[in-house]
């Protein structure tokens, strides 16, 4: 099931770094394509394509928050460059914000295989789209599918969702306060969060959440076991066909049951294949990123405790701040992998068709020339034209409910745990350096007792 959203494929790989073979492998292909080259235009244009370096993933020691410091060099020097990704192919890179931008809504790219296979060595960047599999879909397709989507996550109907979620984070702010210090807040707090508003938006049965949730954050643990992973995923979408047969007969008002409803008005109803993909879709998009970005914007404000104070001092200042957290922070971490389908200009760069392009948003979001100063976290800035949820046809279609999530998060937490603080050093933190989605593996915390 990982295969659904492509979110979690790489959550298991423990090596990316290690590109050797695909560089290798990449090399091989070239020598091979060379030699095969008759065409005097041919080899001239592979003299012009420049030469791959290994695909940028390791961060710089003691700087959590920043993107491999090589985009930096690229943004300036080459921002559209060749990289060799573990997944065993090149690709182009698109480092600025411009053509990150440009190349996000240029309908020649598909998404076939995103958002970031790139990374997963061995990966199968050509295996068929499961139908409902929105985020693969292309064209008229995907613009079908997810027409019918959209009414289900206005700014309207997902702030309409605010005291389900403000209920959610205190009950679980009681919760901590009541058990032992320290806590782990992506544990206890932020993992569990977005899973039960998923299963509200979803129609799960409260009696079945508690199960469900523990299925997906077996799903979307780094270091599940590969078995494991396997069962619940199963289990996951065995479950979801269930909830889905009951609501054909018996629909009630939540977004499966409007969108069975919505299929069968159009003439074109959803087949219970499409229905389990889109609902397996909603729930590893939704769950794995908000909940990473949750536990990784308390510890960024830690880091910066004069900006923490800020907010603290000033909740209005929450909504540019959630945006400037999802721009500094960029936790699809190793950017979007698009497919070209007809040959493209991008900057100075030619992409051919069948090439590989990887829209390396965190490093757009670091271009100076679209926020000043753009390595510094700055809570009052305007940041709302940031990348953190894509560009484009597939721009990400739950941000509205991600916003109202992270806002009431940071309007509660630090207000009802003023003393809230990590219980260890920033070195004993680890971090999700290879999975697709960026966070922490656990965020320790402490506070002082009423
Ligand atoms: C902070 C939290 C989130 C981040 C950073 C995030 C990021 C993204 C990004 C970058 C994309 C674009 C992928 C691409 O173009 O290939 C995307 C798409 C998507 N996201 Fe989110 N997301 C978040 C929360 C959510 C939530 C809460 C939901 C809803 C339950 C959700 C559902 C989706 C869906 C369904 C798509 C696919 C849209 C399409 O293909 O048309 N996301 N997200």
């Known amino acids: 099931m990982t295969d659904v959203t492509g979110m979690t494929d790489a959550t298991d790989v423990t090596d990316v770094t290690d590109v050797t073979d695909a560089t290798d492998a990449t090399d091989a292909t070239d020598a091979t394509d060379a030699t095969d080259a008759t065409d005097a235009t041919d080899a001239t244009e592979k003299a012009n394509v420049p030469t791959a370096k290994p695909f940028a993933t390791t961060r710089a020691s003691g700087c959590p928050f920043d993107p491999p410091p090589e985009y930096g060099a690229l943004r300036a020097e080459e921002p559209v460059s060749r990289a060799s ?99 782990d807040l992506y544990r206890d707090f932020a993992l569990p969060i977005p899973s039960l508003v998923i299963c509200e938006l979803l129609g799960v049965p409260p009696e079945d959440r508690d199960r469900f949730q523990e299925q997906t954050t077996v799903l979307i643990r780094v270091g599940s076991a590969q078995e494991e992973v396997e069962r619940a995923a199963a289990e996951i979408e065995e479950f979801i066909g269930r909830l889905i047969t009951a609501k054909r007969t018996a629909p009630r008002d939540d977004l499966l049951s409007r969108l069975i409803q919505r299929g069968q008005d159009s003439g074109r109803p959803f087949s219970q294949e499409e229905l389990v993909t ?114 484009g046809a597939h721009q990400c279609l739950g941000q509205q409910l991600a916003r109202v999530e992270l806002e009431v998060v940071f309007t509660t937490l630090f207000q009802r745990i003023p003393t809230l603080r990590p219980a260890v050093p920033l070195e004993e933190i680890r971090f999700k350096d290879d999975a697709l989605v960026y966070g922490v593996r656990a965020l320790p915390v402490t506070w002082d007792p009423r």
């Open 85 to 183: 990704c573990p997944v065993g192919t090149d690709a182009w890179v698109v480092s600025r914000y411009e053509d990150v931008r440009a190349a996000l809504s240029d309908p020649r790219l598909s998404s076939r295989a995103a958002p970031s296979t790139h990374i997963v060595p061995n990966a199968d960047l050509h295996r068929p789209i499961a139908p409902g599999s929105l985020l693969h879909m292309d064209g008229p397709d995907h613009t079908r599918l997810r027409r019918m989507l959209t009414s289900e996550f206005t700014v309207k109907k997902m702030r309409a969702l605010r005291p389900f979620v403000q209920r959610l984070v205190d009950e679980h702010i009681d919760a901590m306060l009541a058990g032992p210090r320290p806590a």
């Open 278 to 391: 889109l609902g397996v879709t909603l729930l590893i998009a939704g769950h794995e990123t908000t909940a990473n970005m949750i536990a990784l914007s308390a510890l960024a404000l830690f880091r910066h405790p004069g900006q923490l104070a800020a907010l603290r001092a000033d909740p209005a200042l929450v909504t540019p701040a959630i945006e400037e957290l999802l721009r500094y922070l960029t936790i699809l971490q190793f950017g979007l992998l698009r497919y070209a389908t007809e040959d493209i200009r991008i900057a100075d760069a030619t992409v051919r068709a069948g090439d590989w392009l990887v829209a390396a948003l965190s490093s757009g979001n670091r271009d100076d020339r679209a926020f000043p100063g753009a390595d510094r976290l700055d809570l009052t800035r305007e940041a709302g034209g940031h990348l953190a949820f894509g560009y």
